[in-house]
């Protein structure tokens, strides 16, 4: 990590606007993510490859993510400037967590929306409860 980062003069950097219409400028520190896998044989490209490549391909201009992503952003910032790709702006948002303070996520097996509307839950009552679990984790 640190020979690839040696051969910029400048450090990477990039806008950050979490969930606000004023950016600031955040100075990548790829390091944090420790030494990351970009290949792989079991899988065509890595998580960070691909989607650092995807974006690039597709023209996006900004990427919304949880905050919980936010220290992976450093390495795709690196891995931009090592490809020559465009750097695109960067939104962090706080998490949906459950009452015990967990992320709801399909990746921690969450119920769905789709499944709260098949079990009959309105949709007033989905709103209602996540305005009351939304919590600030910035």
Not at 40 to 63: F, K, M, N
Request: aromatic share 4%.
């Amino acid at each position: 990590m640190a020979k690839a980062l040696s051969q910029f003069a400048q450090p990477l950097t990039y806008n950050e606007y979490h969930e606000g219409e004023t950016g600031r400028i955040v100075v990548a520190q790829p390091e944090l993510w420790g030494d990351a896998l970009i290949g792989r044989r079991d899988v065509p490209a890595s998580y960070h490859i691909a989607c650092t490549l995807d974006d690039d391909a597709q023209g996006v201009t900004d990427v919304a993510r949880g905050v919980d992503l936010e220290p992976v952003t450093g390495l795709h910032r690196l891995l931009q400037a090592l490809l020559g790709l465009r750097t695109p702006r960067y939104r962090h948002h706080r998490l949906v967590l459950d009452g015990e303070g967990r992320k709801l996520s399909k990746s921690k097996a969450a119920q769905s929306l789709r499944d709260l509307r098949d079990g009959g839950v309105a949709a007033e009552t989905i709103r209602a409860d996540l305005s009351r679990l939304m919590k600030i984790t910035l």
